[in-house]
T-cell receptor, first 112, second 120 residues
Framework: GDSVTQMEGPVTLSEEAFLTINCTYT??????LFWYVQYPGEGLQLLLK?????DKGSNKGFEATYRKETTSFHLEKGSVQVSDSAVYFC???????????FGQGTELSVKP | GAVVSQHPSWVICKSGTSVKIECRSL??????MFWYRQFPKQSLMLMAT?????????EQGVEKDKFLINHASLTLSTLTVTSAHPEDSSFYIC????????????????FGPGTRLTVL
């Protein structure tokens, strides 16, 4: 069946460091891919998405490229801030607003 | 952006009692809502898909009679955990699909803040 695998956390970085959170997927079809972020005490928010191979999603300085050949959707940011501390979830879906399959989440902690 | 609320945000109950959790879309109509369960340090697992005016669709392994879902209006879905036991303790999260008013390319799912259930 379809699944999503993320790198384990927690990930601890200093402010302004480069961030990469790895995400790979297994899919029987051609899904859309998403990154969601969950700040402490809040609900999940859509961070970015890509709907087809080679698409790049971007938002708030974060980027991820849909790589069909490596079945990956790694999240990157060039310079993290303390306010980026949160849990990040990679997910896939065959309909943009439909049923989501999530990875296990990666906790990011950014220190001043 | 669209807002989804959940009530209560946390609840403690005795074993054997039933607990109802509400999920509301505050500024949009949602024909579809989803219920997820999240264990500590783990991912969100989809429990069921709730469609307004029809029966919910449950994922494999989820007990329909234990987790009753009702989607009576376009802005409200409820999850009732019946005869709760300690193993039902978890973080329950709902989401609502905003699709009616937007173009398919902006079809998006919005999440509630979650409900922490503790069964003693």
């Amino acid at each position: 069946g379809d699944s999503v695998t993320q790198m384990e956390g927690p990930v601890t970085l200093s402010e302004e460091a480069f961030l990469t959170i790895n995400c790979t997927y297994t899919a029987t079809g051609y899904p859309s891919l998403f990154w969601y972020v969950q700040y402490p005490g809040e609900g999940l928010q859509l961070l970015l998405k890509a709907t087809k191979a080679d698409d790049k999603g971007s938002n708030k300085g974060f980027e991820a490229t849909y790589r069909k050949e490596t079945t990956s959707f790694h999240l990157e940011k060039g310079s993290v801030q303390v306010s980026d501390s949160a849990v990040y979830f990679c997910a896939l879906s065959y309909n943009q607003g439909g049923k989501l399959i999530f990875g296990q989440g990666t906790e990011l902690s950014v220190k001043p | 952006g669209a807002v989804v609320s959940q009530h209560p945000s946390w609840v403690i109950c005795k074993s054997g009692t039933s607990v109802k959790i509400e999920c509301r879309s505050l500024d949009f109509q949602a024909t579809t809502m989803f219920w997820y369960r999240q264990f500590p340090k783990q991912s969100l697992m989809l429990m069921a898909t709730s469609n307004e005016g029809s029966k919910a669709t449950y994922e494999q392994g989820v007990e329909k009679d234990k987790f009753l879902i009702n989607h009576a209006s376009l802005t409200l879905s409820t999850l009732t955990v019946t005869s709760a036991h300690p193993e039902d303790s978890s973080f329950y999260i709902c989401s609502a699909r905003d699709y009616i008013s937007l173009a398919p390319s902006t079809d998006t799912q919005y999440f509630g803040p979650g409900t922490r259930l503790t069964v003693l």
